[in-house]
Antibody, heavy 119, light 106 residues
Framework: QITLKESGPTLVKPTQTLTLTCTFS??????????VGWIRQPPGKALEWLAVIYWNDDKRYSPSLKSRLTITKDTSKNQVVLTVTNMDPVDTATYYC???????????WGQGTLVTVSS | SYELTQPPSVSVSPGQTASITCSGDKLGDKYACWYQQKPGQSPVLVIYQDTKRPSGIPERFSGSNSGNTATLTISGTQAMDEADYYC?????????FGTGTKVTVL
């Protein structure tokens, strides 16, 4: 049974760096073709893809946010961490992590965590 | 950057067929997938690799992809299908989501 859960601060101030952790179970990020991605959704708006990391440490980022994003994995802890620098109120959103396997993107999702950016 | 465009809304009567389009440059050359999202819930994958249904997804959900347009079709639409739907594709080295379509079952 695959599960994922996001954790991190619910409130950050403008210009601060956001660090989110995705803790998962039921699969391993050492298995070929497995990946974990991050997606966000501002209140009332569409999904926006942010980044993905694969079993072989290949990392891909949204072109529009690439300069602000870093994704890493800790396979011993079954965790993936996303950092977003220079947070702005427009970055207020629910942030999701999700499981990907062999060209079947995002078949399992976390519950999401709402991050508000405000001074 | 690559863009996927969907109609903002689609209305359908119970039992009828709903078709949701997703348009992007040469989208037919890429794999498209579709997600259903109900209010307050995480998205659910309903179609991947253009036409495949994950286990547990009803047969009334089907997909196609050709040219510049991918289409999600819901046959015999039920009230429980009322939700937001998003397409997704991989372009160059990143994923892209569509703009989203709200399906209303009247």
């Amino acid at each position: 049974q695959i599960t994922l859960k996001e954790s991190g601060p619910t409130l950050v101030k403008p210009t601060q760096t956001l660090t989110l952790t995705c803790t998962f179970s039921g699969f391993s990020l050492t298995t070929t073709a497995v990946g974990v991605g991050w997606i966000r959704q501002p209140p009332g708006k569409a999904l926006e893809w942010l980044a993905v990391i694969y079993w072989n440490d290949d990392k891909r980022y949204s072109p529009s946010l690439k300069s602000r994003l870093t994704i890493t994995k800790d396979t011993s802890k079954n965790q993936v961490v996303l950092t977003v620098t220079n947070m702005d109120p427009v970055d207020t959103a629910t942030y999701y992590c999700a499981h990907e396997r062999a060209a079947r993107p995002y078949d399992y999702w976390g519950q999401g965590t709402l991050v508000t950016v405000s001074s | 950057s690559y863009e996927l465009t969907q109609p903002p809304s689609v209305s359908v009567s119970p039992g009828q067929t709903a078709s949701i389009t997703c348009s992007g440059d040469k989208l037919g050359d890429k794999y498209a997938c579709w997600y259903q999202q109900k209010p307050g819930q995480s998205p659910v994958l309903v179609i991947y690799q253009d036409t495949k249904r994950p286990s547990g997804i009803p047969e009334r959900f089907s997909g196609s992809n050709s040219g510049n347009t991918a289409t999600l079709t819901i046959s015999g639409t039920q009230a429980m299908d009322e939700a937001d739907y998003y397409c997704q594709a991989w372009d160059s080295s990143s994923y892209v989501f569509g703009t989203g379509t709200k399906v209303t079952v009247l």
